[in-house]
């Protein structure tokens, strides 16, 4: 079945401690990205990749990180997660072709206290 | 930048009646795709609905259709014969047609479906 899969899907942690949000699909895709999504701000981008070892900004890119060393796996680094990272988080993938649908993993529920 | 507007962030409709959603988005860019995803209490994004900019004609999927007004730069969701099932927040959403994937979304539209 073809997939994004995320996790945890809910996590609370304290401020300062160091996290990472796994994502991996299975669809071969080249395109990966993170978004966070906010009561009456909908989702917005985090960081994408193009493919292995190219990742670049999206719209909210400060106080993260990303990596991309295999072509199915992208994960989200909060080194120091503040309260103002306390989010809904969705990885999705899409092949590299423009108009393919883009895939969603179930989300993460992030509480930074 | 692109922007997506959706104006209506609560809605509700009777079980069996039809409702519209509306969005509206700015672009410069005369070649791009719309989307409407549907999000249930599952959290799960589910896309509903596609329309590439270049086609005039308006796309359906079974229950859902949508109003595509390419001057007016506007883009609303019909849901005709309104499910329980259909309670959800929608949200629209713009893909670019050059560069990267990246989605453009609006703040969303929770719809309530009344019994």
């Known amino acids: 079945e073809a997939q994004v899969t995320q996790n945890p899907r809910y996590l609370i942690t304290v401020t300062g401690k160091k996290l990472t949000v796994t994502c991996s699909q299975n669809m071969n895709h080249e395109y990966m990205s993170w978004y966070r999504q906010d009561p009456g701000l909908g989702l917005r981008q985090i960081y994408y990749?193009?493919?292995?070892?190219?990742?670049d900004k999206g719209d909210v890119p400060e106080g993260y990180k990303v990596s991309r060393k295999e072509k199915r796996n992208f994960p989200l680094i909060l080194e120091s997660p503040s309260p103002n990272q306390t989010s809904l988080y969705f990885c999705?993938?899409?092949?590299?072709?423009?108009?393919?649908?883009?895939?969603f993993g179930q989300g993460t529920r992030l509480t930074v206290v | 930048a692109q922007t997506v507007t959706q104006s209506q962030p609560e809605m509700s409709v009777q079980e069996a009646e039809t409702v519209t959603l509306s969005c509206t988005y700015d672009t410069s860019e005369s070649d791009y795709y719309l989307f409407w995803y549907k999000q249930p209490p599952s959290r799960q994004m589910i896309l509903v609905i596609r329309?590439?900019?270049?086609?005039?004609q308006n796309a359906t999927e079974n229950r859902f259709s949508v109003n595509f007004q390419k001057a007016a730069k506007s883009f609303s969701l019909k849901i005709s014969d309104s499910q329980l099932g259909d309670a959800a927040m929608y949200f629209c959403?713009?893909?670019?047609?050059?560069?990267?994937?990246?989605?453009?979304f609006g703040q969303g539209t929770r719809l309530t479906i009344n019994p």
């Open positions: 990749s193009m493919n292995v070892e190219v990742t």
């Open positions: 329309q590439e900019a270049y086609k005039q």
């Open positions: 999705a993938s899409s092949p590299i072709q423009q108009g393919k649908e883009a895939f």
């Open positions: 959403a713009y893909r670019s047609a050059q560069g990267a994937q990246k989605l453009v």
